[in-house]
């Protein structure tokens, strides 16, 4: 199984980027983004989960990105995509994206809750 993440870059405060995480080998019922700056921890910034009762996904942001990003699976080519609008210098940070490996309903929030990790791609935003 692998994780290729992509779309990191260097913008400007309110800019768009849309970061990319390919997953090979196996398909997922919940895939997420993370992400870390300099100094910190690790932190959770939105997952995408499929319904156990079919096909329909549900999202999860953190509160210091609800409004301006956004996360979309596309099932067929099994990538996950996050789309970034009104990028803020607090923004900055290396971008993880995550899969787990269970079905089951966890808090998506926890780095522990996922199996697999992709390389991370950096994001900088300048003010």
């Known amino acids: 199984v692998q994780l290729q993440a992509s779309g990191g870059g260097l913008v400007q405060t309110g800019d768009s980027l849309r970061l990319s995480c390919a997953a090979s080998g196996r398909t997922f019922s919940t895939m997420a983004w993370f992400r870390q700056a300099p100094g910190k921890e690790r932190e959770f910034v939105s997952h995408?989960?499929?319904?156990?009762?079919?096909?329909?996904?549900?999202?999860g942001y953190a509160d210091s990105v609800k409004g301006r990003f956004a996360i979309s699976k596309d099932s067929a080519e099994n990538t996950v995509y996050l789309i970034m609008n009104s990028l803020k210098p607090e923004d900055t940070a290396v971008y993880y994206c995550a899969a787990a490996a269970t079905s089951r309903s966890m808090n998506w929030r926890m780095t522990g809750s996922y199996d697999y990790w992709g390389q991370g791609t950096q994001v900088t935003v300048s003010s």
């Open positions: 995408i989960s499929r319904r156990s009762d079919g096909n329909i996904y549900f999202a």
